[in-house]
């Protein structure tokens, strides 16, 4: 294949800067789960644990980011139930003297429900649908026959990005071996911190990292003071069809294998390969809700992919594509991974007058693919024509701002995938 990836003047690259319009999003929330079961009247230096704790907590939300809506959840302090869970402080902005009076009002008696507390924390903060944190203040073990690690992982697992950050309070002795590894893998599994505090001053120490943890802002997106767009189009932050002979600045190329990528027929050309190369990304982030399609004209042989992709960090992304199974089977592919976990779906029913599932190798065909993004949603589409769209899978994804790319991926015979039409706009 000719290498066309070569320099060319300055004043033919256009460089890549998007506007996107301001959006409102929904605040950042958590819970704390305050642990106000009866080895909480243990104490520490002459003073009860919960009320060593009560004080710490009364500076913890009178400096809270106030962009962060925060509720207060107690367990153990009713009854000697395993179902004396209260959601004391409906989640909202953090008034300190509502939280001091609450946590004064502990009586320490009941049980250790670690595990049946972050489940009803989590629903609360609809986790399979939205960011959810916790924060867990424990001093003990899990005491009702439930396994807090198990739940964790299984949080995790299933919601949309759920971290539990974990302060273990005086759990450091022989006794607590137990309790210390279960609060050390609750914060482990789900990407939170677990913080160790022996006195007051541990406490309102870790309690200081913990907030700063949850509560750190996103960076702010980069702004150029004179915008320049590719698309003189209205409403349209991005187009390019490739009509030229090299990617330009506006693009940067991971993993370069020139042999296996061109600008030809008007098009960007990409070989499928495995490890993968070439994936050619926007170095613009994105922030804002949009939708970012593409055309590729394609005749995939088995174990082969190619798509485009949301990138939000290393580890996190929103994936679309058309594949081949090993068994010669053909699907749309709508992919989620967060922090190395994936989560896939495939979409092998008609599209238009076009049949998936029964793919063998066919003549080159046109496939258009779409991700809508709209607030922490992720909707994909696909069709035949560009026209009428099917819809093929949704996901949430907690990321703010990301990169798109193009890619192709393949361990069968190399397969020649032609991207064109490549457009993102912006969503009212």
């Not at 580890?315 to 081949?324: K, M």
């Amino acid at each position: 294949m000719k290498k066309v990836m070569k320099i060319i003047p300055l004043f033919l690259i256009l460089p890549l800067i998007f506007i996107f319009p301001s959006i409102t999003y929904a605040k950042d929330s958590s819970i704390v789960i305050f642990d106000g079961s009866g080895s909480m009247k243990k104490k520490i230096d002459g003073k009860a644990k919960f009320e060593i704790a009560s004080e710490v907590m009364s500076n913890l939300v009178q400096n809270w980011n106030e962009d962060v809506d925060l509720g207060l959840m107690v367990y153990g302090h009713r009854s000697k139930a395993c179902d004396d869970i209260e959601m004391v402080i409906p989640v909202g902005t953090p008034d300190a003297d509502k939280f001091l009076a609450a946590i004064k009002a502990i009586k320490p008696k009941g049980e250790t429900p670690i595990a049946e507390s972050m489940k009803q924390a989590a629903e609360k903060l609809n986790y399979e649908e939205s960011p959810t944190t916790i924060i867990l203040i424990s001093d003990g073990e899990e005491s009702c026959n439930a396994d807090p690690c198990a739940m964790a992982k299984q949080l995790e697992a299933s919601g949309t990005n759920f971290t539990a950050h974990v302060i273990g309070f005086d759990v450091s002795d022989e006794k607590q071996v137990k309790a210390l590894e279960q609060l050390k893998c609750v914060a482990e599994s789900t990407g939170g911190q677990f913080i160790e505090a022996k006195d007051s001053e541990g406490l309102k120490t870790a309690l200081e990292e913990t907030a700063k943890a949850v509560a750190a802002p996103e960076p702010a997106p980069v702004v150029a003071k004179e915008p320049v767009k590719i698309s003189k189009k209205e409403g349209v932050l991005w187009e390019d069809h490739f009509d030229r002979e090299t990617l330009g600045d506006a693009y940067e190329v991971i993993e370069p294998d020139e042999d296996r990528m061109a600008i030809s027929d008007g098009g960007l050309l990409l070989i499928t390969t495995s490890p993968a190369k070439n994936s050619v990304r926007l170095k613009q982030k994105i922030s804002g809700d949009f939708e970012a399609s593409v055309k590729i004209n394609v005749a995939m042989t088995k174990k082969n992919q190619a798509g485009i992709k949301y990138s939000a960090g290393a580890g996190n992304h929103i994936a679309l594509g058309f594949a081949v199974s090993g068994i010669g089977k053909s699907y749309i592919y709508f992919n989620k991974m967060v922090k190395g976990k994936e989560n896939s779906s495939r979409y092998d029913k008609q599209i238009g007058k076009r049949k998936l599932a029964s793919y063998e190798k066919r003549k080159q065909e046109d496939w258009y693919l779409k991700i809508k993004k709209k607030g922490f949603k992720f909707s994909a589409y696909a069709s035949v024509d560009g026209k009428e769209w099917v819809n093929v899978g949704e996901h949430a994804l907690l990321k703010k701002e990301g990169n798109i790319s193009l890619e192709v991926f393949g361990k069968g015979v190399e397969d020649p995938v032609l991207f064109d039409d490549f457009v993102i706009k912006p969503i009212d």
